[in-house]
T-cell receptor
Framework: KQEVTQIPAALSVPEGENLVLNCSFT??????LQWFRQDPGKGLTSLLL?????REQTSGRLNASLDKSSGRSTLYIAASQPGDSATYLC???????????FGKGTLLTVNP | DADVTQTPRNRITKTGKRIMLECSQT?????MYWYRQDPGLGLRLIYY???????NKGEISDGYSVSRQAQAKFSLSLESAIPNQTALYFC????????????????FGPGTRLTVL
């Protein structure tokens, strides 16, 4: 059974700092990995999707990497801003081709 | 207008009542999903549907049923609500694309906060 772990559970940083969020998964047989952002009481917004054949994806100040063999992904946020404050979730799509398994998320607070 | 909408956004009900949560999408996707989110447990899949004639149980389907009325509509029902079904419920859609669904990205609705007293 696929398990997804996100570390740390919560992170507080000053504005402008570069930061890394971590995600690990137990079964490397995945089709893709997605990073989502969730604002309090709101739905999930897809940030980046990395296919299993890819090593990284970039969007603006966000860069996500994937090391499938070691079961790890990182989300790098450059020059953090207070508007980046949210919960960040990673999810992997497994071999059944339908199921996303989610981590429990990292709650990020960027202080002005 | 939002691509994935959910109604109601908030609902308070009593134990034993029947509840229906509705989801509509304008993305034209065949695949639709229902998840619940609980503090400390993350998101868990309740049911999913790959097309109008295809309905599948997820990891926590007990106590729930679904109906796929059309490509754009997927409803979740709680036949007899109980307090431990209090949670945030999300509908999502996706389009498989690529080989083996490698670019299948899920799009989520805003959620329904359900409280069962």
């Amino acid at each position: 059974k696929q398990e997804v772990t996100q570390i740390p559970a919560a992170l507080s940083v000053p504005e402008g700092e570069n930061l890394v969020l971590n995600c690990s998964f137990t079964d490397s047989a995945i089709y893709n990995l997605q990073w989502f952002r969730q604002d309090p009481g709101k739905g999930l917004t897809s940030l980046l999707l990395i296919q299993s054949s890819q090593r990284e994806q970039t969007s603006g100040r966000l860069n996500a990497s994937l090391d499938k063999s070691s079961g790890r992904s990182t989300l790098y946020i450059a020059a953090s801003q207070p508007g980046d404050s949210a919960t960040y979730l990673c999810a992997v799509r497994g071999g059944s081709n339908y199921k996303l398994t989610f981590g429990k998320g990292t709650l990020l607070t960027v202080n002005p | 207008d939002a691509d994935v909408t959910q109604t109601p956004r908030n609902r308070i009900t009593k134990t034993g009542k029947r509840i229906m949560l509705e989801c509509s999408q304008t993305k034209g996707h065949d695949r639709m999903y229902w998840y619940r989110q609980d503090p400390g447990l993350g998101l868990r899949l309740i049911y999913y549907s790959f097309d109008v004639k295809d309905i599948n149980k997820g990891e926590i389907s007990d106590g729930y049923s679904v109906s796929r009325q059309a490509q754009a509509k997927f409803s979740l029902s709680l036949e007899s609500a109980i307090p431990n079904q209090t949670a945030l419920y999300f509908c999502a859609t996706s389009d498989p694309g690529g080989v083996g669904g490698s670019v299948d990205t899920q799009y989520f609705g805003p959620g329904t906060r359900l409280t069962v007293l």
